[in-house]
């Protein structure tokens, strides 16, 4: 038990020195001041708890008063839903977009400072659960959480995944054939992949997965004899390896999200995906603030990205977790990630990730 908390602790110290270096301050964003209370004379778990026919009406009414919302995020494609969701109920919608680890330095740093200035965030899965475990997460009870694929919701309902990230492989199809693409990771053992493979840098999760169905010493052994044979570039950020395989310096790429090539490819670039095994994926996940300044405008806004936003996301190539939309993405047989899983193990996960590719590769 000591050895988990350990761990947890480390990705969160980990997540919150990556995340200052590109956090708030070195963004110039100053503090805010300290978050108003709520002038309904419910508490934001009351608000939160609500139920019944007035439910609706009583978020509405609240909402207006408040006037505005405040949304942190990481995906790039939030900026018009957010802008959707303003512009339906007539707020004031104060956006910030960063990476994920950017986002839990930020949301705790305020927290820690008594600055309770965020209403929602959207965030990847492990810095969710990592928000859960700070106890910083509201639970919501919204009637639409009913519509969601059963994998979406937690077991302790402090977040709620709003879209799949599906891992996939992507290639230039000007520099491979389709009928040229590797079945297996062994096939990459093959010399004529030499200088053609990318790797994202940080996807430790994903890996752990990976080795789980090949077995974990075979598949250290299988990897580290990869990169020996052919090398593996290293690429921050899926959306710029996704950009690199488009171009054609990293004609394959191993870990993409599947929205990523789809995107590009009707854009009209030469990329498309693949999946090599099972697919791995784990999602995109939703809170609500514990403290949040303006509660009405938070549930509000999670009710509607439980619903008209999951319209919108489907329409960027996600895949929604309501499952009126994207039913033929779902019929993929997935793997989902654990991210409390991914918490307890963090430094084994990376220690394995780190050993072969960035120690190693080039």
Known sequence: MREIKSDRRRFLKHALAAGAVTGAASL???????????????????????????RQQILLDGAKKEGELTVYFSNPGMVPVAEAFGKKYGLKVKTWRSESSSILQRVT???????????????????????HREKLLQVVKSPYLKDLMPEAIQKHREWV????????????????????????????????????????????????YVLQDIGQEKGIKLFNDIVDINGMSLRKGHSLLGQMVSSGDVPLAMNLYSWGPDELKKKGAPIDRFNISQPIAMFTGMGVAKKAPHPHAAMLFYDFMLTDGQELQSGQFKIASNNKYDAEAKKIPMKFIDPGLFLDNYDKWRQNFDGIFNKRAK
């Open 109 to 131: 740093s305020e927290a820690a400072g008594g600055r309770n200035e965020v209403d929602a965030l959207l965030n990847n899965a492990p810095e969710m659960e990592a928000l």
């Open 28 to 54: 110039g964003i100053a503090p805010g001041p300290a978050s108003a209370q709520t002038s309904s004379g419910r508490s934001v778990a009351e608000i939160a708890s609500l139920e019944g026919n007035d």
């Open 161 to 208: 995944g709003t879209t799949v990230e599906m891992f996939v492989q992507a290639y230039n199809t000007r520099k491979i054939k389709k009928e040229d693409l590797p079945k297996t990771y062994q096939d990459l053992l093959d010399p004529k992949w030499k200088g053609m493979l990318g790797i994202e840098t940080s996807d430790y999760d994903w890996f752990a």
